[in-house]
């Protein structure tokens, strides 16, 4: 009697295992789309323009010819003068999570060739809120605009205001940035400012505002309190649309709505137009 020898079964190939981040869901719309497609559109869904949210440093990739080419301030580490319970370990987290010592990156770059300073906000670290280094961060890089006249940029993920972690210095912050302004102003050089999705609290009320020339981005939330409180405070509803982007628009308080796909061109447009006005 014979046997046939047993076959070996085929070995299966282990499944391709994808990436936690490969795919995305448009808060907006709800199409899920593959996250290199979207770093193609600048982080904007291609469906229903959707802004997400993203980093400093991958908003100045966007804006900036080659990105920020000399950083100021990054030295800069926050301390904890109250001694805030879990403070220093959550400005750890994030330091490591995000590759960054704060909420936010100064330095220098072109835009289609004109040289600027720029300051980037990262909601992502503590809500990219305005802590001591944040507020010294930017009076260094407008004190060097000023001196070097060079165009003044700001980009604004904000939604944490002030940093309560460190009390009054966080608030002390709102008035160093004035400061800077006021320097840019006196020195006649251009300072825009682009509110993305959230500028509020501190930061809006300070330097975010003060821009002479102010961009915000498609559907932003803009303002110092948020929708939520003020309708509790106020006790009435609120309009539609209320605190964004096109409802201030509509209002005068900003001067321009433009796609993130569209800021390089238009920064570049009106720098040229400012810089010529100031010769």
């Known amino acids: 009697?014979?046997?046939?020898?047993?076959?070996?079964?085929?070995?299966?190939?282990?499944?391709?295992?994808?990436?936690?981040?490969?795919?995305?869901?448009?808060?907006?719309?709800?199409?899920?789309?593959p996250n290199i497609e979207l770093?193609?559109?600048?982080?904007?869904?291609?469906?229903?323009?959707?802004?997400?949210?993203?980093?400093?440093?991958?908003?100045a990739s966007i804006l900036l010819d080659n990105g920020i080419e000399k950083e100021i301030g990054k030295e800069l580490v926050s301390v904890d003068p109250l001694n805030f319970p879990d403070y220093k370990s959550k400005?750890?987290?994030?330091r490591k999570l995000y590759g960054m010592n704060d909420a936010s990156v100064a330095g220098i770059g072109h835009i289609d060739g004109i040289k600027v300073t720029a300051f980037f906000t990262d909601f992502g670290f503590l809500g990219g809120s305005m802590g001591s280094v944040f507020g010294?961060?930017?009076?260094?890089?407008?004190?060097?605009a000023s001196k070097s006249r060079l165009p003044f940029i700001a980009v604004l993920f904000s939604g944490g205001g002030a940093r309560m972690h460190e009390g009054i210095y966080?608030?002390?912050?709102?008035?160093?940035?004035?400061?800077?302004?006021?320097?840019?102003?006196?020195?006649?050089?251009?300072?825009?400012?682009?509110?993305c999705d959230p500028t509020m609290g501190g930061v809006m009320a300070s330097f975010?505002?003060?821009?002479?020339?102010?961009?915000?981005?498609?559907?932003?939330?803009?303002?110092?309190?948020?929708?939520?409180?003020?309708?509790?405070?106020?006790?009435?509803?609120?309009?539609?649309?209320?605190q964004r982007s096109e409802f201030h628009?509509?209002?005068?308080?900003?001067?321009?709505?433009?796609?993130?796909?569209?800021?390089?061109k238009t920064v570049s447009r009106l720098l040229r137009m400012m810089l010529a006005s100031v010769i």
């Open 91 to 94: 400005l750890e987290k994030y």
């Open 170 to 195: 966080s608030l002390m912050q709102m008035a160093k940035t004035t400061v800077g302004v006021i320097k840019l102003e006196k020195a006649k050089v251009p300072y825009i400012t682009i509110l």
């Open 208 to 242: 975010a505002a003060l821009g002479d020339v102010i961009i915000a981005e498609p559907g932003a939330l803009i303002g110092f309190a948020g929708p939520r409180v003020i309708q509790q405070t106020i006790r009435q509803e609120l309009p539609e649309g209320f």
């Open 1 to 33: 009697m014979f046997f046939k020898p047993k076959k070996t079964p085929p070995k299966r190939e282990k499944p391709l295992s994808v990436p936690d981040d490969f795919w995305v869901k448009c808060p907006s719309c709800q199409t899920i789309l």
């Open 136 to 144: 010294e961060k930017f009076y260094r890089a407008a004190d060097h």
């Open 249 to 264: 628009l509509e209002h005068g308080q900003v001067d321009l709505v433009v796609d993130r796909r569209e800021m390089k």
């Open 39 to 59: 770093e193609k559109t600048a982080k904007v869904c291609p469906k229903c323009s959707y802004h997400f949210r993203i980093s400093a440093y991958e908003y």
